[in-house]
């Protein structure tokens, strides 16, 4: 065999293999669409004024401060001052599981935060970890849909055990949000039915004299008929004196495009009746870098002050390559 003859069959075979590991890694390959939800703090002298805080490098939390499970993103913060420590709870998405479990960050000064663990795991999809406090006692309202009940949960102790106090409402409710006002409570909640037609449309409420109920719905529930601008709950209800503003997540045309604010003009057993604020929408994309493409809730606390401080979230999104074993 002639030198060429064996440089033409080392390069047939050269080309051969080359051909062989693209057809290959071409089935091994695909491109995903991540978005990715981070959390971040603002602040203002209002929760319809609030910005990015001065104090904090957002995000101040994201997916990969995440140490104890496989995190995909973290999203839907809410936070609960006790002593002089600050307590992060949110969802942590877990890739692994493919669903959210809560989890918690701390801080000493309310801006730097360490994430700590997951404090609620269930063997369903849980979020939204609504905290609050009642009495001596803290308790938190998790988004619970798959369970098919609004669920309450009690810290014993708090922060890093929480076990089932009671369901509130039977069904397929999402971002469940309560307030106490004229010696009721009011749990504001959105329909989530199974199929993804008709999601985000109908926020139903309900008010029962003690917190474990019974639960009544509203003569006018659901209060917010086949609106995906206003109907899912984005975050704690802002009270001062007899003003009362609630939150809502704009799903239309995209979830978690942005976070509007409408106040509540009447809320007794026979009425409600809202109106959504001109300075909507409260929060929205930026543009630019963690939550460049959207943003859907706020959890705003008063300080010393008089200025607020609210944890948020929002998300980017890119295309990235994974390989396929």
């Known amino acids: 065999m002639s030198l ?33 939800w981070s959390i971040g703090l603002y602040s203002g002298a209002s929760p319809l004024s609030l910005r990015p805080d001065t ?34 709870f949110c969802e942590v998405y877990n890739t692994l599981l493919n669903r959210g479990q809560i989890g918690l960050a701390s801080s000493a000064d309310g801006r730097r935060f ?18 609050f406090a009642e009495g001596d006692a803290v308790y938190m309202v998790p988004e619970s849909a798959a369970a098919g009940a609004v ?47 008709g999601r985000h449309k109908d ?49 239309r045309p995209t979830y978690g495009k942005s976070l509007n604010a409408l106040e509540i003009l009447a809320l007794t057993e026979t009425d409600f009746q809202e109106k959504a604020l001109r300075s ?10 963690w939550n460049r493409h959207g943003m859907h809730h706020a959890d705003a606390h008063k300080l010393e002050d008089g200025t607020f401080l609210a944890c948020v979230d929002g998300y980017r999104k890119y295309f990235t390559v994974r390989v396929e074993y």
Do not use: M
């Open 114 to 131: 360490t994430y700590e663990r997951i404090v609620l795991s269930e063997p369903f999809h849980v979020s939204y970890p609504f905290v």
């Open 203 to 251: 926020l139903h409420l309900f008010f029962a004299d003690a917190l474990l109920g019974p639960y009544t719905e509203h003569p006018k529930s659901p209060i917010v008929k086949n609106n995906a601008h206003w109907a899912r709950p984005g975050g704690r209800l802002w009270v001062e004196g007899e003003r009362i503003v609630r939150f809502a997540q704009d799903c």
């Open 4 to 36: 060429l003859e064996i440089i033409g069959l080392l390069l047939a075979v050269i080309i051969g293999f080359l051909l062989w590991a693209v057809l290959a890694l071409r089935r091994r390959t695909r491109v995903a669409h991540i978005t990715e």
């Open 151 to 197: 669920r309450l949960y009690r810290a014993a102790p708090f922060p890093y055990s929480w076990t089932l106090a009671g369901e509130l409402v039977k069904g397929s409710f999402c971002d469940s949000t309560l307030v106490r006002h004229n010696k009721k409570w009011w749990l504001f909640t959105c329909y989530e039915p199974a199929q993804r037609q």
């Open 280 to 289: 909507n929408p409260i929060l929205t994309a930026s543009g630019k870098g």
């Open 55 to 88: 104090r904090a490098v957002n995000p101040v939390l994201t997916a990969a401060d995440v140490t104890d499970v496989k995190a995909q993103f973290v999203a839907d913060p809410f936070i609960f001052k006790s002593g002089v420590t600050w307590y992060l």
